[in-house]
């Protein structure tokens, strides 16, 4: 019995050892490099992949959520983003003039919302000497209008001298017009910075007095506010001083119906949002992303127009320019094409015509004033719209 275990042992050892010797000639016949093959080609998918994404990437900053740059952001994102084609990164941010500054000196950063009283102090106040040349803007896109909310007992701007009013985050567009509006009305207030949803928290437990921000109207953030809840909307006068940066403007019922009694205003000033780029040179991958985004928006600038894209997107004028500011290489050139596609239809349409006729032969002639710019604005909506 033994001898026959014994035999048995020595057996399996033999076939153990023939199995191994197998194996490892079946691994010698197969060459290295293919082995790790598989390995370095997905690492090369990899990095291919990595590479098509960055190309195409655009970082966007915008504003605090619930206000007009965020959901602006949030709309051209969904419009425009096209897998690795194309995508846009809305970033949170304190707003339009921590924009510019964002825009010209925090890496990454491609396009961005901002407004023109806003571009105008940040120029004014010298701490950015070659702002001109580096910021450049792609559209005029909103009326944004200048919010004092209140507690119901008090009615008029100057009812807050010597009280806490907050002006929003700390170097956020808001707390330059907070600065601006009561510096040209000669009424000091104790500044805070909170912001909105601490703002309107405090406010409701009267720790501040009120509140300002600046947002396209209707502003989502003030749609919760009741006047039956003691919320009040007040006047901002159209005063001299503040006129350089800002136009009159007015809000309704229609706007705010929680706010503002039927049939009721509220008198207001108002500014121009502005889409913003840094000014890349022309022969850099930085400009052709910008230059690509560009030309997305402006093919597919009809879906703005429509639900449920928000209706301030319906205030753009791509044909209108921002005083003191150079338009983008790129859109200059996207806009020159559409007006020779308007020109080309109308061509088709005439083609008895000598000469066609409109604002768009007259683009081409002279220097366009803001009226005609608005005329081919009207044109070009019309002509979008039977594409």
Known sequence: MVKVLSRIRRAGAAIGAMVVCALALSESAIPAHAQFQPKRERSRDLAEMADRMNANTLILVTGNPGFIYSEFGNDLAAVLNNGDELRILPVVSQGGVQNVRDLR??????????????????????????????????ARVSIDHVNVVTRSDITTLEQLRGKKVNFNSKGSGTEMTGYDIFGALKIPVEVVNLGPADAFDKLKNGEIAATIFTAGAPASVLKPLKASDGYRLIPVPAVGPLMDDYVPARLTSADYPNLIAPGETVDTIAVSSVLIAYNWPKDTDRYRRIDKFVKAFFAKFDDFQKPPRNPKWRETNLFATVKGWKRFDGAEAALADLREQMLAKERQQAPQAQQPTGSATQASAHTLTDAERNQLFEEFLKWSNKR
């Open 105 to 138: 000196f925090l890496k990454g950063v491609d396009i961005g919302f901002s407004a023109t009283n806003y571009m105008a102090f940040v120029r004014r106040s010298g701490d950015i000497p070659d702002l001109t040349d580096k910021i450049v803007y792609i």
